[in-house]
């Protein structure tokens, strides 16, 4: 199967800046699309951005013109640099990863999350 790591999380204050990490690792083929989930206290996990193999983006509209997704497909590693951080991004980043597997299924995987708290 499929291992997510995600790192990077912290406390920050706001406009401050973090940068996510997630790497991917275990039976993989090839990665399909990377993206980035969030869930803020007390809410429902919501989409954040997302990255496919061929390069294009995707970004909820409440990240997008602050948050980047990129990927180092040589490292099976995405990345989300966030900016210009506020109290509403405060919550649980999940890494999610489409990944067809050495036999040659395909499916979904999450990490287990890094917490990003933004607060003076």
């Known amino acids: 199967q499929v291992q997510l790591v995600e790192s990077g999380g912290d406390l920050v204050q706001p406009g401050g800046s973090l940068r996510l990490s997630c790497a991917a690792s275990?039976?993989?083929?090839?990665?399909?699309?990377m993206g980035w989930y969030r869930q803020p206290p007390g809410k429902e996990r919501e989409f954040v951005a997302t990255?496919?193999?061929?390069?294009?983006?995707n970004y909820a509209d409440s990240v997008k013109g602050r948050f980047t997704i990129s990927r180092d497909t040589a490292k099976n590693t995405v990345y989300l640099q966030m900016n210009s951080l506020n109290r509403e991004d405060t919550a649980v980043y999940y890494c999610?990863?489409?990944?067809?597997?050495?036999?040659?299924?395909?499916?979904?995987?999450w990490g287990k999350g890094t917490q990003v708290f933004v607060s003076s």
């Open positions: 999610n990863a489409d990944v067809t597997l050495t036999s040659r299924s395909r499916t979904y995987f």
């Open positions: 275990g039976s993989i083929f090839s990665i399909n699309a």
């Open positions: 990255i496919t193999s061929g390069g294009p983006t």
